[in-house]
C-alpha cells in the first residue's frame, strides 16, 4: 500500500514539473463576476431615458429606415450596433429579479418611449420617401418563427453573463446583432406606413417583364 502510494505522488510530482515545463507559469483564469452593488450601479445607468439614449436610438431607426428602404443588409447590421434599446431591457429584467419598483418603472419607461420612438420614426421615414416597396430585408422580418426565440434566449443569457464579467463586455455589440431589435420594430413602422398598398420586389420585377 505505501508502495503504491509513493509511486502515485512520484506520478503526480512528474506531472506537474512537466506542466510547469510546457506551459510555464500558465494557469486557468477564472475571472471573479461583479458584485451585486456594481452591477446594480451598471444597470441603474442603463435605465436612465437620457437624450443620448433617444438620440443614438432616433440614429439608429433612420439608418435602419433607409436600410430597410434601400435593401441594405450592411446598413441594417451598422443599425443594430449602434442601437441602445437592449441597455434599458437588461435592467428592466435585472429590477424585475431582484424586485426593485424604481429600477422596473424607470426601465419599462425607457423601452415603451423607445419603441414608440422607433415605430413613429420609420413611419414618419416611410411616408416622407414615399416608396411602396417591400424588399427582401423588410418580408424576412415578417414571419418570426422558434428560432427566433431560441435566438433571443441564448442572447439575453449572452448578455446577463457580459454584464458580470469586465473582460468580455466587448460582447455585448455581438449580442446586439444577435438579438437585432431595431429592425424588427423600423419594419413594423414601415409596414403601419406601407399598408395594403404595398408591392414585394419579386412582383416589381415580374410587371416590369410584363407578366
Do not use: C
Amino acid at each position: 500500500m505505501g508502495s503504491l502510494r509513493s509511486h502515485i505522488a512520484r506520478s503526480s510530482a512528474l506531472l506537474r514539473r512537466l506542466w510547469r515545463k510546457l506551459t510555464g507559469d500558465w494557469a486557468p483564469y477564472v475571472e471573479a463576476p461583479l458584485s451585486e452593488a456594481e452591477v446594480l450601479k451598471v444597470m441603474q445607468q442603463a435605465s436612465v431615458p437620457s437624450f443620448g439614449f433617444y438620440l443614438m436610438l432616433s440614429l439608429a431607426t433612420a439608418i435602419a429606415s433607409f436600410g430597410m428602404l434601400a435593401n441594405s443588409a450592411p446598413a441594417i447590421i451598422g443599425a443594430m450596433i449602434i442601437a441602445p434599446l437592449l441597455a434599458p431591457i437588461m435592467s428592466l429584467a435585472f429590477g424585475i429579479v431582484n424586485f426593485d419598483r424604481r429600477l422596473i418603472s424607470r426601465s419599462f419607461l425607457s423601452v415603451a418611449t423607445g419603441v414608440l420612438l422607433v415605430v413613429a420614426f420609420a413611419y414618419a421615414t416611410t411616408h416622407a420617401f414615399g416608396l411602396r416597396i417591400a424588399g427582401s430585408e423588410i418580408l424576412s422580418r415578417t414571419s418570426p418563427t422558434l428560432l427566433d426565440l431560441g435566438i433571443a434566449v441564448a442572447a439575453g443569457a449572452a448578455a446577463a453573463f457580459s454584464y458580470t464579467r469586465q473582460s468580455i463586455t466587448s460582447s455585448i455589440a455581438g449580442v446586439a446583432i444577435a438579438v437585432a431589435l431595431v429592425p424588427p420594430l423600423t419594419v413594423s413602422g414601415i409596414g403601419l406606413a406601407l399598408g395594403r398598398g404595398a408591392s414585394a420586389d419579386a412582383g416589381l420585377s415580374m410587371t416590369e417583364l410584363g407578366l
